[in-house]
């Protein structure tokens, strides 16, 4: 009878554990579907030593930048991304820029260091290595590779408001991470919201501006030095208006017949022309692209 009486507790023990381990492989399969996070903040046993040359202040554009350890930096603003013109360069640190990894340029971080961006339109966070300098723009925080603008959800629109809060060295290596992704909200039908115009930027007659690979001009049209187009439009006076938008240098001129283009510049490089076509997207002209002259 003893023996009975252990052989049905040791069943009921059993039975027991049994329960218990399928209801947690439920619960499992549950929490799995809401995918809230996609990983934790990184933690980071071996850092990178800070590249020294980067801290000390600098000039751009007769403006001083002075770099600092900045342990509690935790900002929201604009942001901004940069790709194909600067891939394979070296970074402030040295490092080649990769467009698609997820990393960074701040003006005055410790580099290379880690932050946490969120997207404030949808959620989305990433953690990215902030390896370079910029952006050199009134009203931007960072400049985002144009990976973890992907992972953000921003780089259609060009420009996005975002928090950054800084977490601190980054590894010798890497250190980016998307940790959550979110359903992007639905896309107004007016498009992007543009930062900061002086007034709203006119619609060209098609839906937007034509890409100059899809309809390139007559190059005896382009002027000598390195220009950047908003965009192409049928009506001039809409040319003109979004001229008068982007102010400055911004003059408009006929590509081709019955097409009238607005361009920005010249401007002596490639570098500095690509600078000029960030600042252009900023103001609601999201297929601004550069063009060289001969």
Not at 203 to 226: K, M, N, T, W
């Amino acid at each position: 009878m003893f023996d009975a009486i252990k052989g049905g507790a040791m069943a009921a023990k059993l039975l027991k554990g049994l329960i218990v381990a399928g209801l947690t492989s439920l619960l499992a399969a549950c929490a799995g579907g809401a995918r809230p996070d996609v990983g934790g903040l990184p933690v980071v046993t071996d850092p990178a030593p800070i590249v020294s040359g980067t801290m000390r202040p600098y000039q751009v554009r007769g403006r001083w930048y002075r770099p600092a350890e900045q342990p509690n930096y935790d900002e929201t603003g604009m942001a901004s991304w940069y790709g194909d013109q600067f891939n394979g360069r070296p970074t402030a640190t040295g490092e080649r820029f990769d467009m698609n990894a997820l990393t960074a340029a701040h003006k005055t971080l410790p580099l290379p260091g880690l932050v946490e961006v969120t997207n404030l339109a949808n959620g989305r966070r990433v953690v990215v290595r902030v390896n370079d300098r910029g952006p050199f723009v009134d009203g931007r925080i960072i400049d985002l590779s144009r990976g973890a603008a992907d992972a953000l959800d921003l780089r259609r629109a060009g420009v996005g408001e975002v928090r950054v809060r800084y977490l601190g060295p980054a590894p010798r290596l890497g250190g980016g991470q998307v940790l959550q992704y979110a359903e992007a909200p639905a896309r107004p039908e007016s498009g992007p919201r543009p930062y900061q115009p002086s007034s709203p930027p006119p619609s060209p007659a098609s839906a937007e501006p034509v890409r100059v690979a899809d309809s390139p001009p007559p190059p005896a049209l382009v002027r000598s030095g390195v220009w950047v187009q908003a965009g192409l439009w049928a009506d001039p006076r809409q040319a003109r208006r979004a001229a008068d938008n982007l102010g400055g240098s911004a003059t408009v001129e006929e590509a081709s017949p019955g097409q009238f283009r607005v361009l920005v510049g010249p401007w002596p490089d490639n570098g500095t022309a690509e600078r000029s076509r960030r600042a252009v997207v900023s103001r609601g002209y999201p297929e601004a692209t550069t063009i060289s002259g001969g």
